[in-house]
Structures are given as C-alpha cells and as structure tokens.
C-alpha cells in the first residue's frame, strides 16, 4: 500500500534566518570545475533550489519549472544539492539541464550551503533573490512555479508598476 502526503508550502516571510543579499559563494560544477557567484550577471533575479535528485517533490518541481521555462528565460537558477557528482550528472542528464544556459546543478557540502545561506530545513528549499539580488522570499517544501514568478515579479516592478526588463 503506497501513502501520498501531500506537504503544503510554507513561506518564510520573516527572512532573517536566511542570507539577505546573495552571498559570495563556490561550488561544484563537476569533480574539478568550480562556479562562483561572481559567475552570475547582475541585474538578474536568481532562485536557488536546495535539492536531493532523489526527492519526489523536488523532481516535481524540476518538471514543472521546465514546463514552464518561457516564464524563466531571464532568471538564473541554480539546484544545489550535497549528493555525489554522479547522481547530479544523471539529474541535469536525466532532465537535459545542462542545455539550458541559465540552468546549473551544483554540488556543495550541507554545512557550507548553511553558513552562506542559512540552514534549508527541507527538500526542496527554494531561494528567491530579486534583480539586485536581495532576498525575498523562501518556499519550504515544493514551490509552484506561479509561486515562484509571483515572489520574482512583485519585486522586480519599476515605479510605474511595470516589469522591469532583465
């Protein structure tokens, strides 16, 4: 007999637990390749996913976000995972990630994640940092994609309430 929980999102309005700005960080890329936050272009919204390939939930919403890609061509994202290389390789692989520009799975240490960014209490754990790369919101548990879009386009509006252009 299979049981499915379904776990309702919570978000983390009070960040304070959470890096405010987008920290100066390296990871993994590969066993020998490194990427660095300096790597990433300003003025670009950045969602972090903090993520076990073996997650079902976080494998949801992998699917999800490819499925709706056109809402994030000029977001960088980033799936962070403390999992050996070979099973990231065979998640990017798996999901074609590496054929996405603006996608990248990396691989840190938990306790290096958690002094950057503070500790995700679960998988998934998804960081949304606006265009200059502050802090908005933190999803606990899967996030919707129209979560995820809405956390980006409430604070990336001009003064006059337009989108600003990425």
Known sequence: ???KTNIKIRQYENNNLYAQTLPYFEFYRSVTAMFSS????????VVIIWFNPL?????????????????FR?????????????????FSFTYRLDTIPQIRVLQSGYDYFATKFGNPPSVPTTYI???????VKVFLGEASVQAIIRAISEHNKTPDGEMAKN
């Open 74 to 90: 000029d977001i960088d994202i980033l799936f962070i995972s403390d999992a050996g290389h070979d099973l990231l390789a065979e």
């Open 129 to 135: 940092y606006n265009k200059e790369h502050r802090l």
């Open 55 to 71: 997650c079902e939930h976080c494998t949801y919403e992998t699917g999800d976000i490819l499925k709706n890609f056109v809402l």
């Open 38 to 45: 300096k790597s990433l272009l300003p003025g670009k919204p």
């Open 1 to 3: 007999m299979v049981i």
